[in-house]
């Protein structure tokens, strides 16, 4: 497989600078909406390989992305491992049963979570049959964005009670994020048999933590997964594998160390400053504000797109190969589709240039 | 006046460590609670000089603080410039009237603005009356933070509306930035004439901006203040200024540009390399993570104490001077004050050890 993705990942020459972006497949589409709906609620439509694959496929449809990402949620694992998920319109995720002693800790089923994650499995290999020469990406959320969640039972401000234990009970702590990190290790393996191309750790919540706190409980285990999940895909070629921490900008000489192939940004941070501090041989993905595809006219899209192209191609020596394209995280519910076109057209267009 | 965070602030020897936390006096003290109950509102409890002047003095009744802050808020500004500013319950500030055209630029009202916050300068010299010896630090939130919490008519999750005048309209939200700027000198001129001996800037809302959108939007009128601001105060002695985006830790070389003596730094970066960035001339304030003072036990918290004090001593030629030690944003309404009087206590003692 040759894609202008796999290409600018590997730093080999590229037409243009792939795109796609983070939640791509997503409430903003009413194509979207419209399949949530017949499923009844999301977790049912996560659940569900025949319409999770249509729902993936539809961003490819519309826009000429550079890669498709597999819809589904990266709480699906906790929910595998037998904690109660819902998820509640407008509030976000919940779980009714919260991670609040050892024993529940003790209690997360690893034995049959694969068995129960099937459907995501199935769903790649759907996605794969459709697909052609696009490349799938695959993900999991980190063990300690996945932990927050689990601990805090949903979404939260502060991350009080997630801290807490981090604090208060390191050993507990670790204890649950290595259980988690055997988990992720496992359902990527089973991802990456079952046909992804790429896979993508999401560490959502990995800036809200200390510097200290960052490299104990979550860098540490990001170096985990990518050391114990294959570096080739099921046919033997090099399997990309891309790391984003989320307001993780002060960090990425460390990030870069744990053997990433690819560093996601967020829009804080300038991505030629970022190409200077990440070795050249780590490629980097990013890095447009989402509230500026949300909302901002053209002008002010083609102005921001060509200072980050520009900014990449000046610190990357007047060549656009080994950075991805993407929104600094998920395109947001209020975007205009028609942008979102726009957008992707832009970054072909004035990369080619 | 000589003082432990003036001679840290100026590189001088110091006795131990100073500190003072952001948000010292407010609702994590019962003896707050129960004045802003008599004061009915807190709008009024800030309008109201001799309350003001009560919770600005609880916390140094109650801890060994090294310094005050003047209690009031930042949206008094846009409240004295004409917009009617309501505090709800648990839901935070509100504007009823946002900014939303050219002409609510014009109508913000700087004429009357000093006048009607007399109230502020009212309670500076009462504080001062009280303090003897300990500083008094006055504040301002920066031009970007207040234009935020004016466009968007309160607090905002992704500040869509805010971003929405800075993209698509960057002329009229320069305009809006200065206006706010010129209130910002006048407000800081007449707060220094009245007493106080240190200012700080809160540019709170910073950290949401990208990298270029931060320098063109916040950054230059956090500098339009500096410069046209005294650097003494009203007895003629060196008043320093203290500059602090929430999120701006990959700015600090920018912001170590424009004039702070000390830059604020909230818990994301470790203050030993923000030691090795910042010019040594120039102080550094922070860096303990709010919930770890809120939840924290003695043992966490101690371990992280020791470790900000010795990162800092370490980069720092093995010295703690000019490090002003306090939170990475403001403490908690969980807190329990107990926890306020160990950490007080524990930076201390373990900076004179």
């Known amino acids: 497989m040759s894609s202008q993705i796999l290409n600018s990942i590997n730093h080999q020459k590229i037409e243009h600078t792939p795109i796609w972006l983070m939640r791509q497949a997503g409430r903003y589409l009413p194509e979207y909406r419209e399949i949530r709906a017949k499923a009844g609620s999301f977790l049912n439509l996560c659940k569900n390989p025949e319409l999770a694959t249509v729902v993936t496929l539809q961003p490819l449809k519309r826009f000429d992305l550079d890669a498709a990402i597999l819809f589904s949620d990266i709480l699906v694992i906790p929910e595998a491992m037998g904690m109660e998920l819902n998820f509640v319109e407008n509030e976000g ?8 002693t050892e024993q529940d800790i003790d209690n997360l089923d690893l034995n049959d979570m694969l068995a129960k994650l099937e459907y995501v499995f199935a769903a790649i290999k759907n996605c794969k049959g459709e697909l052609n020469s696009t490349p799938l990406i695959g993900f999991s959320g980190s063990p300690f964005t996945l932990a927050c969640y689990m601990i805090e039972g949903g979404s939260s401000k502060d991350y009080v009670n997630a801290k807490r234990w981090l604090y208060n009970n390191p050993e507990l702590s670790h204890k649950l994020l290595n259980k988690l990190s055997d988990a992720i290790i496992q359902y990527l393996i089973k991802q990456i048999e079952s046909g992804v191309d790429i896979v993508m750790l999401f560490d959502s919540w990995g800036g809200v933590l200390s510097d200290a706190a960052y490299l104990e409980f979550s860098l540490p285990y990001l170096e985990k997964i990518l050391k114990n999940i294959p570096q080739v895909n ?9 790391v984003f921490t989320k ?9 870069s160390a744990i053997g990433a192939d690819v560093i996601g940004l967020d ?22 504000d989402p509230v500026l595809l949300a909302i901002g006219d053209r002008n002010a899209l083609k102005k921001e797109v060509t200072r980050i192209l520009g900014s990449y191609r000046a610190a990357n020596g007047f060549n656009n190969t080994g950075h991805v394209f ?15 076109a726009y957008l992707v057209d832009l970054v072909h267009e004035l990369s080619r240039a």
Chains 1, 2 share one sequence.
């Open 326 to 340: 993407n929104l600094g995280h998920g395109v947001l519910q209020i975007t205009n589709p028609d942008n979102v």
């Open 247 to 255: 307001g993780g900008g002060l960090w990425l000489n460390k990030i």
């Open 93 to 100: 995720p919940k779980f009714s049963n919260k991670i609040m």
């Open 234 to 242: 099921h046919l033997g070629s090099k399997l990309p594998r891309i």
């Open 267 to 288: 829009w804080n941070i300038n991505i030629g400053e970022a190409r200077t501090i990440v070795p050249a041989n780590i490629a980097l993905q990013g890095n447009l």
